[in-house]
């Protein structure tokens, strides 16, 4: 199977949360990162989390990790229409692997 | 934040030409540089390591001496597509670290056309 997995589509409306899950399957990954692409752009980096911490917040972003279960959550409060996007759940093995991404979460909010 | 550039953004080439495609870290020095590939509505694929002063590391199925890959320094990446093809057509993207930090960057990508 994949080694990074996630569901390919969100809907949410304008203002509300939106929760983005991933499962990823090496229990050796440092660091777990969300990264934002809009169409025809590069990633931007929303936020990491390392290994061994349970949650990260930055702002309206929240990350949540269950190591035991390899599943990492983006939780966006307040969700705006310019958060449209997709959104990539990535693990990095080693501390200068590459990352290892899922297909990409297509988030799409509504007015 | 830490910048990194990508250039062209855009290429469209006949069959059978040469297409380079450049990586630059702005503000901080990289030992190792990524390649990915990216197909419409599909996930980021690497396609090799680059390695500054020594070869690059490619990933199984990439050939490498289709994907010509040059790190000649801390800051600079390139990778040349040789006597492209319309399969090659595709979303090339690079990617960066800081040495020895966790954060990796994106390019904001070449959309490459082969005709």
């Known amino acids: 199977g994949e080694d990074v997995e996630q569901s390919l589509f969100l809907s949410v409306r304008e203002g509300d949360s939106s929760v983005i899950n991933c499962t990823y399957t090496d229990s050796s990954s440092t660091y777990l990162y969300w990264y934002k692409q809009e169409p025809g752009a590069g990633l931007q980096l929303l936020t990491y989390i390392f290994s061994n911490m349970d949650m990260k917040q930055d702002q309206r972003l929240t990350v949540l990790l269950n190591k035991k279960d390899k599943h990492l959550s983006l939780r966006i409060a307040d969700t705006q229409t310019g958060d449209s996007a997709i959104y990539f759940c990535?693990?990095?093995?080693?501390?200068?692997?590459?990352?290892?991404f899922g297909k990409g979460t297509k988030l799409s909010v509504k007015p | 934040g830490a910048v990194v550039s990508q250039h062209p953004s855009r290429v469209i080439c006949k069959s059978g030409t040469s297409v380079k495609i450049e990586c630059r870290s702005l503000d901080f020095q990289a030992t190792t540089m990524f390649w990915y590939r990216q197909f419409p509505k599909q996930s980021l694929m690497l396609m090799a390591t680059?390695?500054?002063?020594?070869?690059?590391?490619?990933e199984q199925g990439v050939e490498k001496d289709k994907f010509l890959i040059n790190h000649a320094s801390l800051t600079l990446s390139t990778l040349t597509v040789t006597s492209a093809h319309p399969e090659d057509s595709s979303f090339y993207i690079c990617s960066a670290s800081p040495t020895g930090g966790e954060k990796l960057f994106f390019g904001s990508g070449t959309q490459l056309s082969v005709l």
């Open positions: 990535a693990e990095r093995r080693g501390s200068q692997g590459n990352l290892i």
């Open positions: 680059s390695n500054e002063g020594s070869k690059a590391t490619y």
